[in-house]
T-cell receptor, first 111, second 115 residues
Framework: SQTIHQWPATLVQPVGSPLSLECTVE??????LYWYRQAAGRGLQLLFY??????ISSEVPQNLSASRPQDRQFILSSKKLLLSDSGFYLC??????????FGSGTRLTVV | GQQVMQIPQYQHVQEGEDFTTYCNSS?????IQWYKQRPGGHPVFLIQ?????EVKKQKRLTFQFGEAKKNSSLHITATQTTDVGTYFCAGVDSYSGAGSYQLTFGKGTKLSVIP
């Protein structure tokens, strides 16, 4: 069966520090991968999506970037975090079937 | 761009009462999906509706897709404390031509159930 792993679960980082969040999917090949951010426990904002290795589309211009170095690995990065980057970051995958499968998320607090 | 509005934002109900959340899109949708997020958790896919006027049931949950494929609703009969969480609808614009990665989420309805 397919599983999605996301880590770390929580992270507290100072302003100006770098960020790297990793997401991996098991049990499937060539999934569509997504990074979402959820602020204040509410709406989901799509940040990036990827339909294949090295293929990244950005939905919102911001202080973040994403990479997909391997088929089932999706990484969210920042060179210098801002206070406004705080939030709940969720990785998700999908394929031909309906619905997205979300990872357990990373709660990032920038201080 | 496409917007998906969801009402109400919050709903407090007594256990055993019914609950309904409504979802409206600014554009016609090719399909609509519903997710549930428990407090402190991540969204979990519940169901997808594709056909105009479609109605699907999952135990006490009834999902409807409007005839014009621009609105949807989720109705829970006789709520239980296990229903607590935020319910999101998410739609795919039928004109986006870009596949499922153009899923746009509503802001969700947060349901509280008073025992």
């Amino acid at each position: 069966s397919q599983t999605i792993h996301q880590w770390p679960a929580t992270l507290v980082q100072p302003v100006g520090s770098p960020l790297s969040l990793e997401c991996t999917v098991e049990g499937t090949s060539n999934p569509n991968l997504y990074w979402y951010r959820q602020a204040a426990g509410r709406g989901l904002q799509l940040l990036f999506y990827s339909v294949g290795i090295g293929q990244i589309s950005s939905e919102v211009p911001q202080n973040l970037s994403a990479s997909r170095p391997q088929d089932r690995q999706f990484i969210l990065s920042s060179k210098k975090l801002l206070l406004s980057d705080s939030g709940f970051y969720l990785c998700a995958w999908s394929q031909e079937g309906p619905g997205y499968t979300f990872g357990s998320g990373t709660r990032l607090t920038v201080v | 761009g496409q917007q998906v509005m969801q009402i109400p934002q919050y709903q407090h109900v007594q256990e055993g009462e019914d609950f309904t959340t409504y979802c409206n899109s600014s554009t016609t949708l090719s399909n609509i999906q519903w997710y549930k997020q428990r407090p402190g958790g991540h969204p979990v896919f519940l169901i997808q509706l594709v056909k105009s006027g479609e109605v699907k049931k999952q135990k006490r949950l009834t999902f409807q897709f409007g005839e014009a494929k621009k609105n949807s609703s989720l109705h829970i009969t006789a709520t239980q404390t296990t229903d607590v969480g935020t319910y999101f609808c998410a739609g795919v614009d039928s004109y986006s031509g870009a596949g499922s990665y153009q899923l746009t989420f509503g802001k969700g309805t947060k349901l509280s159930v008073i025992p």
